[in-house]
C-alpha cells in the first residue's frame, strides 16, 4: 500500500532530515571556531572582561602533533600565524610583575568565538617540546576541538617558519638566554641578565 499525502512516516521523515540537518550545521560550527589573538594593548582589558574566570588545563590535554614538536618550533609558527605574543618576560619586568620563579618567555592570549578565554605559553623556554594549554573551566568541553583546530592552523596553514627574538630566564639553572629563529636556524645563546631588566 503506498502512501500518500501527509502522513505520519512522512512527517517523521521529515523531521529526522531537518534535525540531521540542523545537527550537521551545529558540527560545523562548532568543528571551526574563531580563534583571535589578544593584542599587547588590549590586556588590561582582557584581564577586567574575565577577571572571575576559574582556569584549567583540563580539556587541552588530548595530545595532538603540536605537543611533540620542539616549542621553540612552535613560537616561530605562532609568529608566523599570529604575529608577537601578546606579553613576554618583556613585559612583565617592566610592567612590575615579574617573579623570577614564574618566568616565561612568550605568552599567546586568545578569545574564542568571541567569548571564550584560552591562553598558552612555553613549558621551559627553549629546552621542552609543547605548550602549556589554560582555558575557562566552565568551557572544558569544547576545549579539545579549540585545541585541534589551533593544531590545523599551525601546522597546515603556516607554510614559513618566522623569525623572532626572546628573553628567557630559567630559574633551575639561575641562567638569562636570548632565544631566536635567524636566517633558518634555532638559537638560544646564555647571556648576562639584560640591563634594561636591571
Not at 590586556?43 to 572571575?52: C, D, I, S
Not at 599570529?82 to 613576554?88: I, L, M, Y
Amino acid at each position: 500500500m503506498m502512501m500518500t499525502g501527509n502522513t505520519p512516516m512522512k512527517k517523521t521523515i521529515s523531521l529526522l532530515l531537518f534535525l540531521f540537518a540542523f545537527s550537521t550545521a551545529a558540527v560545523a560550527q562548532f568543528d571551526d571556531p574563531d580563534i583571535r589573538k589578544v593584542e599587547k594593548s588590549e590586556r588590561a582589558q582582557f584581564e577586567r572582561q574575565f577577571a572571575n574566570i576559574n582556569w584549567t588545563g583540563q580539556g587541552l590535554y588530548n595530545p595532538t602533533t603540536i605537543d611533540r614538536i620542539p616549542t621553540v618550533e612552535l613560537r616561530s609558527r605562532l609568529q608566523a600565524k599570529f604575529g608577537e605574543p601578546t606579553q613576554t618576560i618583556d613585559d612583565l619586568i617592566v610592567g612590575g610583575n615579574f617573579r623570577m620563579a614564574q618566568a616565561v618567555q612568550f605568552e599567546y592570549w586568545f578569545i574564542i568565538d568571541d567569548e571564550i578565554p584560552m591562553m598558552i605559553l612555553d613549558l621551559d623556554g627553549p629546552f621542552e617540546n609543547g605548550l602549556v594549554y589554560v582555558g575557562a573551566s566552565r568551557y572544558i568541553d569544547m576545549m579539545p576541538q579549540v585545541k585541534r583546530t589551533l593544531n590545523r592552523m599551525l601546522m597546515n596553514e603556516v607554510s614559513e617558519l618566522a623569525s623572532f627574538s626572546d628573553y628567557f630566564y630559567s630559574p633551575e639553572r639561575d641562567q638569562w638566554y636570548r632565544v631566536e629563529y635567524k636566517d633558518g636556524e634555532f638559537s638560544h645563546e646564555t647571556i648576562n641578565r639584560p640591563a634594561a631588566f636591571n
